[in-house]
Protein backbone atom coordinates (compact mmCIF):
# COMPACT_ATOMS: atom_id res chain seq x y z
CA UNK A 1 0.00 0.00 0.00
CA UNK A 2 1.60 3.14 -1.29
CA UNK A 3 1.80 6.57 1.23
CA UNK A 4 -1.50 7.91 -0.24
CA UNK A 5 -3.70 4.89 -0.14
CA UNK A 6 -2.93 4.62 3.50
CA UNK A 7 -3.38 8.61 4.07
CA UNK A 8 -7.10 7.57 2.46
CA UNK A 9 -7.44 4.45 4.86
CA UNK A 10 -6.39 6.52 8.03
CA UNK A 11 -9.00 8.98 7.49
CA UNK A 12 -12.01 6.30 6.80
CA UNK A 13 -11.00 4.66 10.17
CA UNK A 14 -9.42 6.02 13.66
CA UNK A 15 -5.95 6.10 13.29
CA UNK A 16 -4.28 6.38 16.84
CA UNK A 17 -6.35 3.71 18.81
CA UNK A 18 -6.77 0.10 19.50
CA UNK A 19 -10.47 -0.51 18.55
CA UNK A 20 -9.71 -2.20 15.11
CA UNK A 21 -7.92 -4.78 16.75
CA UNK A 22 -9.20 -5.01 20.47
CA UNK A 23 -11.25 -8.27 19.89
CA UNK A 24 -7.96 -9.83 18.14
CA UNK A 25 -5.04 -8.51 20.30
CA UNK A 26 -5.31 -11.27 22.89
CA UNK A 27 -4.82 -14.07 20.90
CA UNK A 28 -1.80 -11.80 19.61
CA UNK A 29 -0.08 -11.25 22.28
CA UNK A 30 -0.15 -14.67 23.81
CA UNK A 31 1.32 -16.40 21.08
CA UNK A 32 4.56 -15.04 21.94
CA UNK A 33 4.36 -11.15 20.82
CA UNK A 34 5.53 -10.08 24.71
CA UNK A 35 6.26 -12.48 27.12
CA UNK A 36 4.15 -12.02 29.75
CA UNK A 37 5.96 -14.16 33.07
CA UNK A 38 9.34 -12.23 32.45
CA UNK A 39 7.71 -8.82 32.02
CA UNK A 40 5.82 -9.30 35.06
CA UNK A 41 8.83 -10.97 37.09
CA UNK A 42 11.37 -8.13 36.27
CA UNK A 43 8.44 -5.31 37.28
CA UNK A 44 8.09 -6.78 40.27
CA UNK A 45 11.68 -6.24 41.07
CA UNK A 46 11.63 -2.29 39.66
CA UNK A 47 8.60 -1.88 42.05
CA UNK A 48 10.17 -3.67 44.78
CA UNK A 49 7.97 -2.56 48.11
CA UNK A 50 5.91 -0.02 46.46
CA UNK A 51 2.44 -0.62 46.66
CA UNK A 52 0.73 2.23 44.47
CA UNK A 53 1.16 1.62 41.12
CA UNK A 54 -0.36 2.99 37.59
CA UNK A 55 0.01 1.22 34.71
CA UNK A 56 0.18 3.41 31.58
CA UNK A 57 -1.70 1.49 28.71
CA UNK A 58 -3.22 -0.87 30.61
CA UNK A 59 -4.69 -2.68 27.47
CA UNK A 60 -6.66 -5.92 28.42
CA UNK A 61 -5.26 -6.49 31.59
CA UNK A 62 -2.19 -9.40 30.61
CA UNK A 63 0.66 -7.11 32.47
CA UNK A 64 -1.63 -5.87 35.37
CA UNK A 65 -2.91 -9.90 35.96
CA UNK A 66 0.65 -11.55 36.11
CA UNK A 67 1.76 -8.59 38.72
CA UNK A 68 -1.25 -9.35 40.94
CA UNK A 69 0.09 -13.16 40.43
CA UNK A 70 3.65 -11.75 41.56
CA UNK A 71 2.04 -9.76 44.41
CA UNK A 72 -1.10 -9.46 45.14
CA UNK A 73 -0.89 -7.03 47.57
CA UNK A 74 -0.45 -4.29 45.04
CA UNK A 75 -2.77 -1.22 44.31
CA UNK A 76 -3.14 -1.26 41.01
CA UNK A 77 -5.03 1.50 38.27
CA UNK A 78 -4.96 0.80 34.61
CA UNK A 79 -5.26 3.86 32.85
CA UNK A 80 -6.65 3.36 28.66
CA UNK A 81 -8.34 5.44 26.41
CA UNK A 82 -9.43 2.70 24.09
CA UNK A 83 -13.10 1.47 25.58
CA UNK A 84 -13.04 -1.92 24.08
CA UNK A 85 -9.60 -2.61 25.64
CA UNK A 86 -10.22 -1.59 28.58
CA UNK A 87 -13.66 -3.47 28.68
CA UNK A 88 -11.59 -6.91 28.67
CA UNK A 89 -9.39 -6.12 30.96
CA UNK A 90 -12.42 -5.42 33.45
CA UNK A 91 -13.64 -9.32 32.24
CA UNK A 92 -9.83 -10.08 33.17
CA UNK A 93 -9.28 -8.79 36.18
CA UNK A 94 -13.22 -7.48 38.09
CA UNK A 95 -12.46 -5.69 41.02
CA UNK A 96 -8.99 -6.41 41.28
CA UNK A 97 -7.61 -3.05 39.81
CA UNK A 98 -9.20 0.17 39.48
CA UNK A 99 -9.79 1.29 35.70
CA UNK A 100 -9.32 4.45 34.49
CA UNK A 101 -10.80 5.58 30.99
CA UNK A 102 -8.55 8.57 30.44
CA UNK A 103 -6.52 9.81 27.20
CA UNK A 104 -3.05 10.15 29.13
CA UNK A 105 -2.69 13.61 27.32
CA UNK A 106 -4.90 14.83 29.62
CA UNK A 107 -4.59 12.21 32.57
CA UNK A 108 -6.23 13.74 36.05
CA UNK A 109 -6.43 11.33 38.29
CA UNK A 110 -6.41 13.10 41.75
CA UNK A 111 -3.92 11.28 43.36
CA UNK A 112 -0.47 10.18 43.31
CA UNK A 113 1.19 6.99 42.38
CA UNK A 114 4.83 5.05 44.49
CA UNK A 115 5.57 3.85 40.99
CA UNK A 116 4.28 3.90 37.24
CA UNK A 117 4.65 1.77 34.45
CA UNK A 118 4.18 1.11 30.27
CA UNK A 119 5.19 -2.19 28.82
CA UNK A 120 3.70 -0.96 24.71
CA UNK A 121 1.34 1.12 26.71
CA UNK A 122 1.33 4.95 26.53
CA UNK A 123 5.29 4.84 25.76
CA UNK A 124 8.41 2.38 25.66
CA UNK A 125 11.92 2.27 24.34
CA UNK A 126 12.84 -0.26 21.46
CA UNK A 127 16.04 -1.71 21.64
CA UNK A 128 19.03 -0.91 19.22
CA UNK A 129 21.77 -2.17 21.07
CA UNK A 130 24.11 0.62 21.51
CA UNK A 131 21.41 3.01 22.09
CA UNK A 132 17.70 3.15 22.77
CA UNK A 133 15.06 5.26 20.52
CA UNK A 134 12.17 6.25 23.17
CA UNK A 135 8.94 5.42 21.09
CA UNK A 136 5.58 7.43 21.72
CA UNK A 137 1.85 6.39 20.67
CA UNK A 138 1.43 10.28 21.12
CA UNK A 139 2.95 10.94 17.90
CA UNK A 140 2.91 15.15 18.56
CA UNK A 141 6.15 16.53 20.50
CA UNK A 142 4.63 18.69 22.53
CA UNK A 143 1.77 16.67 23.62
CA UNK A 144 3.92 13.54 24.71
CA UNK A 145 5.99 16.14 26.23
CA UNK A 146 3.18 17.45 28.17
CA UNK A 147 1.30 14.10 28.94
CA UNK A 148 4.91 13.09 30.29
CA UNK A 149 5.17 16.05 32.45
CA UNK A 150 1.62 15.00 33.81
CA UNK A 151 2.66 11.41 34.87
CA UNK A 152 5.25 13.08 36.59
CA UNK A 153 3.11 14.92 38.68
CA UNK A 154 1.16 11.95 39.39
CA UNK A 155 4.09 10.48 40.88
CA UNK A 156 5.21 10.57 44.69
CA UNK A 157 9.17 11.98 45.20
CA UNK A 158 10.71 8.87 44.90
CA UNK A 159 8.49 6.95 42.59
CA UNK A 160 9.56 5.50 39.83
CA UNK A 161 8.30 5.28 36.40
CA UNK A 162 9.88 2.29 34.53
CA UNK A 163 9.24 1.94 30.84
CA UNK A 164 9.94 -1.59 29.06
CA UNK A 165 11.81 -1.86 26.12
CA UNK A 166 11.54 -3.92 22.58
CA UNK A 167 13.51 -4.90 19.91
CA UNK A 168 13.50 -3.03 16.86
CA UNK A 169 10.37 -3.58 14.71
CA UNK A 170 10.10 -5.41 11.41
CA UNK A 171 7.24 -6.66 8.65
CA UNK A 172 6.75 -9.97 9.21
CA UNK A 173 3.19 -12.61 8.90
CA UNK A 174 2.74 -15.58 11.55
CA UNK A 175 -0.43 -17.97 12.03
CA UNK A 176 -1.83 -17.60 15.20
CA UNK A 177 -4.31 -20.31 14.95
CA UNK A 178 -5.11 -22.49 12.68
CA UNK A 179 -7.61 -20.37 10.51
CA UNK A 180 -5.90 -16.93 12.01
CA UNK A 181 -2.94 -15.03 10.59
CA UNK A 182 -1.16 -12.00 11.69
CA UNK A 183 0.76 -9.52 9.53
CA UNK A 184 2.47 -6.18 10.52
CA UNK A 185 4.29 -3.80 8.68
CA UNK A 186 6.29 -0.36 9.07
CA UNK A 187 5.56 2.63 6.70
CA UNK A 188 8.04 5.58 7.81
CA UNK A 189 6.85 8.29 7.57
CA UNK A 190 10.11 10.86 8.01
CA UNK A 191 10.08 13.50 10.68
CA UNK A 192 10.47 10.53 13.50
CA UNK A 193 7.18 9.09 12.36
CA UNK A 194 6.53 5.85 11.90
CA UNK A 195 3.20 4.34 10.81
CA UNK A 196 2.44 0.24 12.30
CA UNK A 197 0.21 -1.45 10.31
CA UNK A 198 -1.53 -4.60 11.78
CA UNK A 199 -3.65 -6.68 9.54
CA UNK A 200 -5.48 -9.76 10.97
CA UNK A 201 -6.49 -12.18 8.21
CA UNK A 202 -8.60 -15.48 7.90
CA UNK A 203 -8.64 -17.38 4.76
CA UNK A 204 -6.77 -14.53 3.49
CA UNK A 205 -9.85 -12.41 4.20
CA UNK A 206 -9.10 -9.17 6.25
CA UNK A 207 -11.38 -9.61 9.65
CA UNK A 208 -9.21 -6.80 11.34
CA UNK A 209 -6.72 -3.94 10.72
CA UNK A 210 -5.35 -0.84 12.37
CA UNK A 211 -2.73 1.48 11.65
CA UNK A 212 -1.00 3.92 14.71
CA UNK A 213 1.61 6.53 14.60
CA UNK A 214 4.43 6.49 16.48
CA UNK A 215 6.82 9.42 17.11
CA UNK A 216 10.78 8.44 17.85
CA UNK A 217 13.05 10.31 19.98
CA UNK A 218 16.39 9.60 20.78
CA UNK A 219 17.07 8.47 23.76
CA UNK A 220 19.51 11.28 25.05
CA UNK A 221 16.72 13.96 24.69
CA UNK A 222 14.59 12.19 26.28
CA UNK A 223 16.49 11.88 29.15
CA UNK A 224 17.73 15.28 29.23
CA UNK A 225 13.65 16.50 29.27
CA UNK A 226 13.02 14.02 32.00
CA UNK A 227 16.00 15.89 34.13
CA UNK A 228 13.78 19.15 33.31
CA UNK A 229 11.01 16.98 35.02
CA UNK A 230 12.82 16.30 38.09
CA UNK A 231 13.54 13.03 37.22
CA UNK A 232 16.80 10.93 37.31
CA UNK A 233 17.35 8.23 35.38
CA UNK A 234 18.40 4.85 37.10
CA UNK A 235 18.95 3.47 33.69
CA UNK A 236 18.34 -0.28 32.42
CA UNK A 237 17.31 -3.20 34.53
CA UNK A 238 20.07 -6.76 35.02
CA UNK A 239 17.95 -8.06 31.98
CA UNK A 240 17.77 -5.14 30.01
CA UNK A 241 14.21 -5.35 29.29
CA UNK A 242 12.93 -1.98 31.69
CA UNK A 243 14.78 1.69 31.52
CA UNK A 244 13.40 3.30 35.06
CA UNK A 245 13.45 7.09 36.20
CA UNK A 246 13.14 8.08 39.77
CA UNK A 247 11.34 11.50 40.87
CA UNK A 248 13.53 12.94 42.96
C1 LIG B 1 0.14 -2.37 22.87
S1 LIG B 1 -1.14 -2.05 24.01
C2 LIG B 1 -0.33 -2.56 25.53
C3 LIG B 1 -1.30 -3.09 26.56
C4 LIG B 1 -0.68 -3.78 27.77
N1 LIG B 1 0.26 -2.92 28.47
C5 LIG B 1 -0.04 -5.10 27.40
O1 LIG B 1 1.17 -5.23 27.58
O2 LIG B 1 -0.73 -6.00 26.93
C6 LIG B 1 -1.12 -0.28 24.17
C7 LIG B 1 -2.29 0.28 24.98
O3 LIG B 1 -2.01 1.66 25.29
C8 LIG B 1 -3.21 2.39 25.13
N2 LIG B 1 -2.89 3.80 24.82
C9 LIG B 1 -2.20 4.26 23.74
N3 LIG B 1 -2.15 5.60 23.76
C10 LIG B 1 -2.79 5.99 24.88
C11 LIG B 1 -3.10 7.27 25.44
N4 LIG B 1 -2.73 8.40 24.82
N5 LIG B 1 -3.76 7.33 26.62
C12 LIG B 1 -4.17 6.18 27.24
N6 LIG B 1 -3.93 4.94 26.74
C13 LIG B 1 -3.26 4.85 25.57
C14 LIG B 1 -3.93 1.70 23.98
O4 LIG B 1 -5.32 1.96 23.97
C15 LIG B 1 -3.61 0.23 24.22
O5 LIG B 1 -4.59 -0.41 24.99
Excluded at 135 to 144: A, E, L, M, V, Y
Excluded at 213 to 237: A, M, S, T, W
Aim: glycine residues 8%; negative net charge.
Amino acid sequence: MNQAARESTYAAQDLNTYSGISDYYDVLMTNGYYNYDEITRDLTEIIGARQRVLELGVGTGLVAEGLLKQNPKLSLTGLDNTESMLAQAKDRLAEKIQYELQDVTTLSLGRTFEASFSVGGCWYFIDLGERLDFCSHIDDRKTCEKSLRRVVEHLEPGGVLALALQDPHTDYSKPLTDELTYSQAIHNEGDGLFTKQYTFTKQNEVVAEQFYRYLVIPDQEIHDFFGELGCKPLGLNSTRKFFTYQKQ
